[in-house]
């Protein structure tokens, strides 16, 4: 097996409230229409955090904003223009407040419940292939390498699994973009936070555990500059269902559990389901794309 963790919780046991500013601006170099927009930027309440506050800005602005939930109950925001324009500027601004999860993980999670959960409506799209997590023979065969003598413990398995990806894989902004495939990432060993929640789901699923894609946001005291912390105040990682202790969160990227520095705003198979801005427009034009994103404590 690769790099225990100890699962410790990072930061403080108490809540911290984090303001949250996501900027997205879309420039055209000339003006299209019928621009439509499905937006999952509004972070969850759970029992580990709560949205306290939560506005959607939109230029232009003479448009309506409609809310829905979709498949996996993440809110989305349909935004519909029209008219003909240069930019759309889309920029959502919440207050979160985050709790430390606190359960106990001392006791074992049974590996043999998992062949009841595949069965099951609620976890069948977190253990089968799909857009972006292909289960081809490549990535099965890897698998088998982490895990080279099965498990017993769920936990102790995906620890393990968080394990190789820290350690085999390199963080290299610009490298690959958010339509490399996930074979190609396991070619290279290299990617960015995208790249090894996609690689981390991939070798769980390959063993049955059911893992889902979290995109969200990362409180950084102070980013260290050339590390993973120099560009991730938006981030992704993975959630594992372990048996008889729930849905938790593993971040490869920094090899470690989910704590109170971490906002949650949307979980789905894969990137592709929770996008946090996607959408289509009528016009042969040059695009360009700007983001930003700025996470503050309060």
Wanted: include cysteine; hydrophobic fraction near 35%; proline fraction near 5%.
């Amino acid at each position: 097996m690769y790099g225990q963790h100890s699962g410790a919780l990072c930061g403080s046991p108490h809540l911290m409230k984090l303001s949250i500013t996501h900027a997205t601006t879309f420039s055209y170099s000339s003006s299209v229409r019928d621009s439509m927009n499905d937006v999952r930027l509004c972070p969850v309440s759970d029992e580990w955090q709560q949205c306290q506050s939560f506005s959607l800005h939109v230029v232009p602005t003479e448009y309506s904003i409609l809310r829905r939930l979709d498949f996996y109950m993440n809110q989305v925001h349909h935004i519909e223009v029209p008219d003909p324009h240069r930019e759309l500027r889309i920029e959502a601004r919440s207050v979160v407040e985050t709790f430390a999860d606190t359960r106990c993980f001392d006791r074992a999670s049974d590996s043999a419940l998992l062949p009841l959960l595949a069965r099951s409506e609620q976890f069948y799209d977190f253990v089968s292939a799909s857009e972006r997590v292909p289960l081809v023979p490549a990535v099965i065969h890897v698998s088998k390498e982490v895990l080279p003598d099965g498990m017993k413990d769920v936990q102790e398995a995906v620890l393990a699994v968080m394990g190789y990806v820290y350690q085999s894989f390199t963080y290299e902004p610009g490298y690959t973009n958010v339509e490399t495939p996930v074979v190609e990432v396991f070619e290279s060993r290299r990617g960015v936070c995208q790249d090894f929640a996609h690689v981390m789901i991939a070798l769980c699923r390959c063993h049955c555990i059911p893992a889902r894609y979290v995109s969200g946001y990362f409180h950084i005291e102070k980013a260290v500059e050339g590390t993973a912390d120099d560009n991730m105040q938006s981030h992704a990682w993975v959630e594992c269902y372990l048996p008889d202790i729930g849905w938790v969160g593993y971040d490869p990227t920094h090899h470690r559990r989910i704590c109170d520095r971490y906002v949650k705003v949307a979980v789905g198979r894969d990137y592709s389901d929770v996008r946090p801005v996607a959408g289509t427009y009528r016009g042969d034009v040059d695009a360009q794309l700007d983001v930003t994103v700025r996470v503050e404590k309060i």
